[in-house]
């Protein structure tokens, strides 16, 4: 038997997704969610296959070897489990590889060595991530395990866009650069853009807005990444559903000295109650619009910081490219709030752009020009899937 299927996994602190892809055509053979790992009370376990009922249970869940286990046991019992040999790789998400991981890489000791030294870097999301290799590693040592990581398609980044103008030995010392996340979501969007144009990705220069509940912007140059928003940590750039984006950081001595918090208590303000929520209390862009639409000003000051720090990072990427072909929207807002794509490009004629309102409400689904004709530069909306995509780069690096 060949093997062609692969595994993704995302590991988060208290929860895994995962989906089961048979590579090379990406068919989804099952996809889960396993919730509330290590938390007080039972965990749940959401299993869907491709073909047959979803199914749904309460569970135990200590640790993630326990969740990963329960994922195996019901991709078991449709005959795919852990163990299976059309198992060909299991594609690890790995939130940070620092500036040592450009690409997708077979997990062995030294490996996972490295992504531990990282974890200052990402103190939520790597220690999750290693959990998840280490267990899927001990239940089945045979099957590759592929790491891939977000910030890959960023390491790509000149230093003068990735170094911030402090001192360099406390820079250097830290580790202290701009690494940019969401690279999985940046590097899949970009190619299909190209892809899109009936062009190489090697050909195009495109701008990447991936808008969701965190959000980010791209700026891709012939396939490789020069800028992106997002910095030292996902808390850089665009405003979005809880993270304040960018900040003046003296923000930061304001608060302390004046307001009396602690560094924990402005870490929590500003990754989890600033953004959209902050703003307005809603971080859901549904709701946003719609109280928005009721007359709510507190909803559309909200709108209107969102769309104009999404239009300054769109300026300053042309500036960054030079010569622009397209902007590509994705992710939960970017594929489907048809307000924000026209707000983020209104009146904005003198750089190329414009958006043809039949196209941009349109009720299609797949990757699409939202852009007229006449449009000097194309605009996109394209669904973005970094599972897929996880499992392209694991599959493709296991066959290599
Ligand atoms: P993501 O993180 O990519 O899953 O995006 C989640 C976010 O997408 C949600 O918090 C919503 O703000 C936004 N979203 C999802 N559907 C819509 C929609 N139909 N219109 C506007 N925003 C949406």
Do not use: W
């Not at 640790?63 to 994922?71: C, F, G, K, Q, S």
């Not at 990282?118 to 590759?144: E, K, M, Q, S, Y």
């Amino acid at each position: 038997m060949n093997a062609t299927q692969v595994l993704v996994l995302n590991s988060g602190s208290s929860s895994l997704k995962y989906q089961l892809l048979d590579m090379p055509e990406g068919r989804r053979l099952a996809t889960g969610l396993v919730e509330r790992i290590g938390e007080e009370g039972p965990g749940r376990l959401v299993h869907t296959p491709a073909e047959g009922e979803r199914r749904e249970r309460e569970l135990p869940l200590p640790d993630h070897a326990a969740a990963l286990r329960a994922a195996g046991d019901e991709l078991a019992a449709d005959g795919l489990g852990l163990d299976s040999p059309g198992l060909a790789a299991v594609g690890h998400r790995v939130v940070h590889g620092g500036r040592t991981f450009t690409e997708p890489t077979v997990v062995d000791e030294r490996v996972l060595a490295e992504i531990e030294r990282l974890v200052p870097l990402a103190p939520l999301h790597n220690p999750a991530n290693l959990a998840g290799i280490r267990t899927a590693l001990a239940i089945n040592p045979d099957v590759p395990q592929v790491a891939v990581f977000d910030t890959a398609f960023h390491t790509t980044i000149p230093d003068h866009a990735a170094c911030y103008a402090i001192d360099a030995e406390v820079a250097a010392e830290h580790r202290v650069r701009r690494y940019g996340f969401h690279g999985t979501s940046h590097a899949f969007v970009s190619r299909r853009t190209a892809e899109l144009l009936g062009r190489r990705p090697e050909e195009v220069n495109v701008i990447t807005l991936h808008l969701g509940n965190g959000a980010s912007a791209a700026a891709v140059a012939g396939g490789r990444c020069v800028d992106t928003s997002m910095g030292l940590t996902p808390l850089q750039g665009l405003v979005m559903g809880t993270r304040s984006g960018d900040i003046d950081p003296a923000v930061v001595f304001h608060l302390s000295r004046v307001a009396g918090m602690s560094v924990a208590e402005i870490d929590e303000l500003l990754n989890s109650h600033s953004g959209l929520r902050g703003l307005c209390g809603d971080n859901d862009m549904r709701e946003v619009v719609r109280r928005m639409d009721a007359g709510d000003e507190r909803a559309r000051l909200a709108f209107d910081v969102y769309i104009h720090r999404l239009r300054s990072y769109l300026g300053a990427y042309f500036a960054v490219l030079g010569r622009v072909d397209a902007v590509a929207f994705t992710a939960g807002v970017g594929e489907n709030a048809t307000r924000v794509r026209t707000a983020a490009v209104a009146g904005l004629d003198a750089l190329g752009l414009a958006v043809d309102e039949r196209l941009n409400t349109a009720a299609d689904r797949g990757p699409r020009l939202i852009s007229p004709e006449y449009a000097r530069v194309a605009v996109a909306v394209v669904p973005t899937d970094e599972e897929l995509e996880i499992a392209t780069q694991a599959f493709a690096l296991v066959n290599a």
